[in-house]
């Protein structure tokens, strides 16, 4: 969803039925929220610069996306004959295109406003709301200027705003300056204006034929300033600026104040094309700006009728609290400003009017009581609740939290579960502009994650402990073949087999037992001692390591008989019983080896499309490199000590073929195509049960076949190289 999914909505909860859920047992927290359309606030003007010389000055206002400039309305022109600051000026421009001391009028521009409940939205966000409800001094300045306002409107009702703090409009003023050689008195004396008026004293009917006169006049010379005003102005709070006669922007003092609040347009949803990896926008309009959703025009403006239903009147600011790089998105959705940016960087926002494709945030916040006002009776867009008693998000809240969401929901109301999303960037493709990224909720994020660490971690502890158990298994069955030779000498010197038996079983139980209390200590230390289950599944294979030592070491290696005829693969038959470990270890191996190279090649991808699937795909990371570091190193000391196991076993065949006259590669291919069959026979049970396992972890077959051919290669050159050096 967008960050800022309010905006734009069409109400459909009213106060009434807010009061109810907010009954709720196990609700902390109902945070109402309206969007109400965009709206204007204070209209002031540019004060323009009393220059020593008479000038004309051409002037057109822009405001932009961050990529493009758009001109709003005509260019004006004002002639400036002659003044002085504060005490008079004499120019002349059309009718209602400037004010006071040769002051150019702003545009008008509109700003989404939406409805809270103070309260709520308070202990919701953190925000302080409470200007809202400023009284405000009676006598005061502000509050003479108000009711000046309301007695010309009929005591209309005045919807109290805050501002948000840190907008800014996006506005541009193109002005050229050219100096002319005109006198005042001969225009005033040719015009038929007394000496002691103005020249706006002009009679109506040559009011025309004045401005073609002035506009007629040859420039002396002309200079172009792009002026930036978009630092000084705000959402509903025209702030008067003036222009020194170097040209550089300062706030003015006083200024004139134009407040015609009545009028305000809604917009629709933006109606997005949204395929597998792309997001289109189009035009709704082709306009300057261009819109991208409907615009209606709504309510009426005190210019036009006097009957407007209600003024708005700013009564201060609100700061959003600074956001820190967060994992997950629990989004609110009126307040994000995270930014839109081209493909190259340059970051977009939306202009003064309504119809940008960007999801703005709200720049007003207003009460309950006046969105009844402006949209009826059901104004409400949205509630955002806080479940009560939730201190972490694990399975107990997610089971709290959809227990609500589910009464909810048999209620008639739509319900979101926010909670455990996270922020992702799309690709958008915007008709005019091109590529943009756009930041988006992706909701349910931390339950897939979850659920996808869950079972991976289960099947790679399931079998990490196979493999080392496995891994244990062989390395005591060539432990128990490389000690025959010294259990003879120890018979030979009187020792008695039970004796020995139990000498050889206390040692390796010793091992065993120093090691587990290695393991153990580390886990105390490490950050996972949370509790003391985490110890259990150590306690239980030491356990069964020991009984595993006590009974293979108990039972005695048995010669194979020597007259069993093989008709092929003779000498892998014969020696099965050191093959068959070793090809077990390779096969689980290189199931995990698989699972990991697989998890961490699509996590790569697939995770790092969210901030959450990031951090976890970093904060994992480390787990995942373990168990493959650790997997490959009781891999290639297991399949070692097989080899020498086996050589050893079969050194006196091989002497035989060296006598017959074989050559040492002559052994090497023929050990190798040995080694190459029962390695074979473990590779490719790796890789079905690798295909059997993978995709019921939501990884891809292609993942799965390229961590596949990787462990497989990396295991042809480990064997290939074992035998050449150990032959």
Request: contains cysteine; negative net charge.
């Amino acid at each position: 969803m967008e960050e800022n999914y309010i905006g734009d909505g069409s109400g459909g909860i009213s106060i009434a039925e807010w009061e109810e859920i907010k009954k709720h047992k196990d609700i902390e927290i109902a945070a109402p929220v309206a969007s109400l359309g965009y709206f204007a606030g204070n209209r002031t003007s540019v004060g323009l610069p009393l220059l020593e010389h008479p000038a004309r000055f051409t002037w057109r206002f822009f405001t932009s996306d961050g990529l493009n400039k758009y001109p709003i309305g005509e260019p004006n022109v004002v002639t400036y004959f002659e003044g002085k600051p504060m005490e008079y000026v004499e120019y002349y421009a059309p009718r209602n295109s400037t004010v006071g001391f040769m002051g150019i009028r702003m545009p008008q521009n509109y700003y989404l406003l939406v409805a809270i409940d103070a309260e709520s939205e308070g202990k919701l966000t953190g925000i302080d709301f409470s200007g809202l409800n400023r009284k405000i001094e009676t006598g005061s300045q502000e509050y003479m200027i108000i009711q000046g306002l309301l007695e010309g409107r009929g005591n209309v009702p005045v919807i109290p705003v805050l501002k948000r703090s840190d907008l800014n409009i996006p506005l541009y003023l193109s002005l050229t300056v050219e100096e002319l050689d005109i006198s005042l008195s001969e225009y005033k004396k040719r015009f038929g204006v007394k000496p002691d008026e103005p020249i706006f004293a002009v009679d109506p009917e040559l009011e025309q034929d004045l401005l073609e006169a002035l506009n007629e006049e040859p420039a002396l010379s002309r200079k172009q300033y792009d002026i930036d005003l978009s630092s000084f102005q705000g959402p509903f709070d025209g702030t008067y600026v003036e222009l020194t006669n170097d040209f550089q922007v300062v706030k003015g003092e006083g200024g004139p104040l134009a407040n015609d609040t009545a009028i305000y347009y809604t917009a629709s949803k933006i109606q997005y094309d949204i395929g597998d990896d792309l997001i289109s926008v189009a035009k709704v309009k082709d306009e300057q700006p261009p819109l991208y959703k409907e615009v209606k025009q709504q309510g009426k403006s005190f210019l036009e009728d006097f009957d407007a239903p209600f003024m708005l009147w700013q009564m201060g600011t609100f700061t959003p609290l600074s956001k820190k790089d967060e994992l997950t998105s629990s989004p609110l959705g009126i307040y994000s400003t995270e930014e839109v940016k081209t493909m190259d960087g340059t970051t977009l926002t939306p202009t003064i009017s309504p119809g940008s494709f960007i999801a703005a945030p709200a720049a007003g916040v207003t009460t309950l009581e006046a969105a009844r006002i402006i949209k009826g009776e059901k104004p409400i867009d949205a509630i955002r609740i806080r479940v009560a008693g939730i201190q972490s998000y694990d399975q107990e809240a997610q089971k709290k939290i959809e227990k609500v969401a589910t009464d909810l929901l048999k209620k008639g109301y739509e319900v979101d579960i926010v909670a455990g999303s996270s922020f992702k960037k799309l690709e958008m493709d915007v008709e005019g502009i091109g590529r943009v990224t756009s930041p988006w909720t992706t909701l349910g994020v931390a339950q897939s994650l979850t659920s996808r660490w869950n079972a991976v971690t289960l099947t790679m502890t399931v079998l990490l402990a196979l493999f080392g158990l496995l891994c244990l298994s062989s390395r005591l069955l060539y432990e128990r073949n490389a000690l025959s030779e010294e259990n003879k000498i120890l018979l030979t010197l009187g020792w008695q087999k039970n004796k020995i038996s139990l000498r050889n079983r206390l040692e390796q139980q010793i091992c065993l037992t120093i090691a587990f209390m290695i393991g153990i200590l580390i886990l105390f230390i490490s950050p996972f001692n949370t509790n003391r289950s985490i110890y259990l599944a150590p306690f239980f294979l030491w356990l069964i390591s020991l009984g595993s030592a006590w009974i293979l070491l108990n039972r005695n290696s048995k010669p194979v008989p020597g007259g069993t005829a093989y008709k092929k693969w003779a000498s892998t038959f014969y020696y099965r019983k050191l093959i068959i470990p070793i090809m077990l270890v390779l096969t689980f191996s290189v199931i995990l080896i698989v699972i990991q190279a697989a998890v961490i090649f699509s996590s790569i991808l697939e995770a790092r499309r969210t901030s959450l699937g990031a951090f976890t795909m970093d904060a994992a990371a480390y787990f995942h490199a373990s168990a493959l570091i650790i997997t490959l190193l009781l891999t290639i000391l297991s399949v070692s000590e097989a080899m020498n196991a086996i050589l050893n076993e079969r050194r006196a065949e091989f002497q035989m073929y060296h006598a017959i006259g074989w050559t040492r590669n002559t052994i090497r291919r023929h050990f190798g195509k040995e080694v190459s069959a029962w390695t074979g026979a473990s590779m490719a049970a790796a890789g079905a049960m690798s295909l059997a396992i993978l995709p019921l972890l939501n990884i891809s077959i292609g993942w799965i076949l390229a961590s596949y051919s990787c462990a497989l290669i990396l295991f042809m050159i480990l064997l290939t190289t074992m035998v050449c050096k150990k032959i």
